[in-house]
């Protein structure tokens, strides 16, 4: 009898032990949101056609980035790629200037890649549940406007889309939820594989100008907030 009882309480605590054993990491998911708002109009002194067709509120942003880790050791150092899309849609204007019941609306797909760099040995070696981070990459920006009828628009033969590229920078600071419940923490890395989860700010700033070629100016300065995932 004593022999069964001891093994159910070895059974028991294997989940337990197994999930105390972080998996290894490999790389990181991150979704984050924002407000973004190009510098279109600052050849105009900062208000210009795009205030006047679509405001002068930020435009809300979402990205997904996908990353991976080339070197572990003070801290983690790798290169990601990411995805994103924005839109606004405002009221078309007449020759002279006055709104008109047609709408027009701007998109934009921002597309990524990073170097980025993780400076958790804190976090690995004590659970200290704060992480800086870092970024530093090269754009290449899809942008298009459409009419009400969804095509796209045109001005004097010109097609109304194209492509800017450019680079940007970022610092962030991320916070480890897995200190809040290290037991689900833990769950969660044995059934899916993630290891850690953070919540996260990150500061934005990109020049995506063609690096001063004509056409939009896509750059600005801004905030994201998000999750990440490591893996």
Do not use: C
Request: charged share 20%; aromatic share 16%.
């Amino acid at each position: 009898m004593k022999r069964i009882l001891f093994v159910l309480a070895l059974l028991m605590l294997l989940p337990a032990t197994a999930a105390a054993d972080q998996s290894p990491i490999y790389g990181n998911v991150e979704f984050r949101m924002g407000g973004w708002y190009p510098s279109i109009d600052d050849e105009f002194g900062g208000s210009g056609p795009f205030a006047d067709h679509f405001g002068d509120s930020n435009l809300l942003i979402g990205e997904l980035e996908l990353g991976a880790y080339f070197w572990q050791g003070f801290g983690r150092l790798g290169a990601s790629i990411s995805a994103g899309y924005t839109t606004v849609t405002g009221n078309a204007l007449a020759t002279d200037g006055s709104d008109v019941t047609d709408e027009t609306t701007f998109s934009v797909w921002p597309l990524r890649a990073n170097v980025l760099y993780r400076l958790d040995v804190w976090n690995d070696e004590n659970g200290f549940p704060l992480v800086p981070a870092a970024k530093l990459g090269l754009d290449l920006h899809y942008w298009n406007t459409r009419d009400t009828q969804g095509d796209l628009s045109s001005s004097n033969g010109n097609k109304g889309d194209g492509w800017k590229y450019g680079w940007h920078g970022s610092l962030g600071l991320h916070f480890l939820l897995d200190v809040i419940d290290r037991e689900s923490a833990a769950l969660f890395d044995l059934n899916w594989g993630v290891n850690n989860t953070y919540l996260f700010a990150e500061f934005i700033f990109q020049n995506v100008d063609s690096f001063g070629g004509d056409g939009f100016d896509l750059s600005d300065n801004f905030f994201m907030f998000g999750l990440n995932f490591e893996y």
